[in-house]
């Protein structure tokens, strides 16, 4: 403006350009003994836009192998600039597998069989129970106790137990015959029967003689 008042003008354009990357704050590493895992939202700020999401990748919530497992997160601003962190999910095995035995066996034979124990654990499925003695062995006479263990993939073992109790009756007889202890019986009748029958023969004489 001079004295005059009068004045004069001119324009300039001021031009701001996004230069910077958003700035993606992960969360620590994280371990755990479950193979679901979830965590809080990464943050996220930007010298320009506001409330910018981060996406994750595996997502919150999802299932993880046993193991470590590295996790980006990313974040786009509206001038198509993006920013990431990453963080890594440790996931380990510590729970025993359960083992669930069949209950106490008594039977009358001596080759024994049982249905398979069933096995539960926190990670792992389908695992296979061991037992010693194994079904179908051949047990003697009075209680055997019989464990069974399961192992899973991280080594950890769990176990159970129960008793198989065998008695040779020597009034039961099987498709085989009689058992062990009814043979034991038959050779004592057989000798007592033996006995008897000499002793008569001893006494005929005798009263035959006097």
Same mark, same amino acid.
């Given at each position: 403006?001079?004295?005059?008042?009068?004045?004069?003008?001119?324009?300039? +354009?001021?031009?701001?350009?996004?230069?910077?990357?958003?700035?993606?704050?992960?969360?620590?590493?994280?371990?755990?003994?479950?193979?679901?895992?979830?965590?809080?939202?990464?943050?996220?700020?930007?010298?320009?836009?506001?409330?910018?999401?981060?996406?994750?990748?595996? /997502?919150?919530?999802?299932?993880?192998?046993?193991?470590?497992?590295?996790?980006?997160?990313?974040?786009? @601003?509206? @001038?198509?600039?993006?920013?990431?962190?990453?963080?890594?999910?440790?996931?380990?095995?510590?729970?025993?597998?359960?083992?669930?035995?069949?209950? *106490?066996?008594?039977?009358?034979?001596?080759?024994?069989?049982?249905?398979?124990?069933?096995? /539960?654990?926190?990670?792992?499925?389908?695992?296979?129970? +061991?037992?010693?003695?194994?079904?179908?062995?051949?047990?003697?006479?009075?209680?055997?106790?019989?464990?069974?263990?399961?192992?899973?993939?991280?080594?950890?073992?769990?176990?159970?137990?129960?008793?198989?109790?065998?008695?040779? @009756?020597? +009034?039961?007889?099987?498709?085989?015959?009689?058992?062990?202890?009814? *043979?034991?019986?038959?050779?004592?009748?057989?000798?007592?029967?033996?006995? $008897?029958?000499?002793?008569?023969? $001893?006494?005929?004489?005798?009263?035959?003689?006097?």
């Amino acid at each position: 403006m001079d004295t005059d008042g009068k004045t004069g003008s001119c324009k300039f +354009t001021v031009s701001v350009n996004d230069a910077g990357d958003p700035t993606v704050t992960c969360p620590d590493n994280i371990e755990v003994y479950t193979d679901q895992v979830t965590w809080a939202d990464p943050s996220v700020s930007d010298n320009v836009d506001t409330g910018l999401p981060a996406t994750c990748t595996p /997502s919150s919530g999802s299932l993880f192998n046993i193991g470590s497992t590295d996790v980006a997160c990313t974040a786009m @601003d509206t @001038d198509g600039k993006t920013g990431s962190c990453k963080f890594t999910v440790s996931v380990n095995d510590a729970g025993d597998p359960t083992v669930t035995c069949p209950d *106490n066996i008594e039977v009358y034979t001596d080759q024994v069989t049982w249905a398979d124990p069933s096995v /539960s654990d926190n990670v792992d499925t389908g695992l296979p129970a +061991t037992c010693t003695p194994s079904s179908g062995s051949s047990f003697n006479a009075g209680s055997t106790d019989v464990t069974c263990n399961a192992t899973d993939t991280a080594g950890n073992t769990g176990s159970c137990g129960f008793t198989v109790a065998v008695e040779f @009756d020597t +009034t039961y007889q099987d498709s085989a015959g009689c058992k062990t202890n009814c *043979n034991k019986m038959n050779a004592i009748i057989s000798i007592q029967f033996n006995l $008897i029958y000499f002793h008569n023969i $001893i006494t005929y004489i005798q009263d035959k003689k006097y």
